[in-house]
């Protein structure tokens, strides 16, 4: 008795879509809420659960939710749970999600993973990635995240937590600081936020004319830099080189791990085009091991980012069991009244 | 009509070790023959044969083998092929491997791997990873190996050669000259070349007196450094907690790669106890993400090195499948006849 829906939730810092998913990868209805509206979690899972039943009504599907995929930062598979959530309002350190949204959706089975992995999904089940059993998902944001793929299963690790490839370090020696408390990590390179922090060293360090010096120093974007590079600025046109270089090499050591067919690149600074892919792919074919030379391919997701968040959630929806015994009860019953 | 033996061999540079091996892990007997001593590939397969045949003969054991697991160098688990060996004398660059024992062997189930995934499956099936789904096992031999386990499978990549941790790069500026063509690589440094280069530089640059000052520089060896070591030379203790280091370091990048349960350290380097062990736990708990702290056991293996290659090999034996289908043809025959 599968049902013809799954239903994606993508939950971000300030927005949480979620659509309803056929089959086929087609997002039939989807719609948002804003996650910082309620401290209180449980609060936030009804105002939730209320939107997504009026899109389920609207849409005639009430009863048609085979499962329900869900993405979020620190989201873990295994334990259903957000662990220390960076940018979510809620109390944690531990936020039970699958159970909390399973049990107001009477049971339906849920499954969570991080945002990065949900792309890879998505990518796997709809996108770029189709027919690939070894890939790699780099998602280049306000971080960078990542989804790796082997033997066509994401990798979770003992722990749930595998695949934080925004943290290796690609600079040993007077690394910049990142988030996670480190140094030298690939993601104060080479996310949004890098790219700002590079124009920002660049101008101080480097003496030459440059467009991006008429914007105030602290307040440069990612989307400056990119304005002026394709506006011919030279300098703008080097911190691309710069950030593509270091992303190629560390591509390189990527691929020395798990050999994948193919790096996919999604979010904002993967659009800036050969500005960034073409000294990326220089470096990476430049770096990698002669094993595996003009074999794995860089390619761009094939998702359209209005869409692919909750599609990459979606796709766990299909394979959410329901895990939450004392639900499961409850929801026999109700699913034997219903049907 | 499984039957109770499979036949592990290892192939290496200078011996070519095979052992009967039961369900349980223990080498029935085992037997060795020069590897180098033919150079035509298809003479070396014969003195193999005839080699094993006499062993099974002595165990009463011709008809009780499943299957044959093969481990050695650049040998490729999809293909059953040998690429381009760096240490073989046989004519390349493809020796087909699994295919040309099989037909020695009248058509028993040939399956191959390198050195390092043999090492890794034989931990798995019989050592210090029993019951782990997740591991990494590193292998610090004249080079380093590696062999990578998400999900309770071997990471082969999408082309068979994944697991080259020994050439993630290190030191991304001014590193070392490595083998495979690159500088900076993790085996340049922490082999046991790597050792004896790391000697040779430390005398070089260093004023401090060393016992090691007492040998020819170009013919130091990593036993010579650790035999420094234990008798208390304050330089060679420092080459140590320098290796130690970087492997460490090294280590918590593959943490964030996969969260392995273990990383799991085999061969002659591995044995140099609490002088590499101590500098390298000590910069891997420095140097991994919070989330994975105090996750991550960095273990030693358990197999007695006389036996590990031969059982790393053997466990792939017991997943031998016959995929060479001609082959197939002839021994279906055969084996009626004989049963």
Chains 1, 2 share one sequence.
Not at 11 to 21: A, H, P, S
Not at 71 to 77: D, I, K, L, Q, V
Not at 143 to 164: K, R
Not at 269 to 279: I, Y
């Amino acid at each position: 008795m599968t049902k013809p829906y799954v239903l994606g939730i993508d939950i971000g810092g300030t927005n949480t879509v979620f659509g309803i998913v056929d089959a086929r990868g087609q997002v039939i209805a989807s719609d948002s809420i804003k996650t910082r509206k309620h401290s209180n979690f449980d609060d936030y899972v009804q105002e939730l659960h209320d939107g997504v039943l009026r899109l389920l009504e609207k849409n005639d599907a009430e009863d048609k939710i085979q499962g329900i995929g869900i993405g979020a930062p620190n989201a873990n598979y295994y334990t259903g749970e957000i662990i220390n959530p960076p940018n979510l309002p809620w109390e944690g350190p531990v936020i039970p999600l699958a159970e909390k949204v399973s049990k107001a959706f009477g049971g339906i089975p849920v499954a969570v993973t991080n945002d990065a992995n949900a792309a890879a999904l998505g990518e796997m089940t709809y996108g770029a990635a189709r027919g690939m059993k070894d890939f790699i998902m780099i998602t280049l944001g306000t971080g960078v995240g990542s989804g790796i793929v082997v033997n066509g299963q994401l990798v979770y690790g003992h722990d749930g937590f595998a695949g934080e490839l925004g943290h290796l370090i690609v600079k040993r020696n007077n690394g910049r600081m990142c988030g996670c408390g480190r140094t030298g990590c690939l993601e104060a390179y080479c996310s949004a936020t890098g790219v700002a922090r590079t124009a920002r060293e660049f101008l101080e360090v480097r003496t030459e004319p440059s467009t991006l010096r008429n914007l105030h120093i602290e307040d440069i974007t990612s989307k400056d830099v990119y304005d002026a590079a394709v506006a011919g600025d030279k300098m703008a046109v080097d911190i691309f080189n710069y950030t593509g270089t270091i992303l190629g090499e560390a591509f390189a050591d990527m691929v020395s791990f798990t050999s994948p067919q193919a790096i996919i690149l999604f979010g904002g600074l993967a659009k800036s085009g050969d500005l960034l892919m073409k000294p990326l792919q220089t470096a990476f074919d430049k770096s990698v091991m002669n094993v595996f030379k003009g074999k794995t391919k860089i390619l761009l997701s094939e998702l359209k980012e209005s869409d692919a968040a909750v599609l990459g959630a979606s796709a766990l929806g299909w394979e959410a069991r329901n895990r939450f015994e004392n639900v499961t009860t409850e929801v026999s019953g109700a699913e034997t009244e219903k049907s």
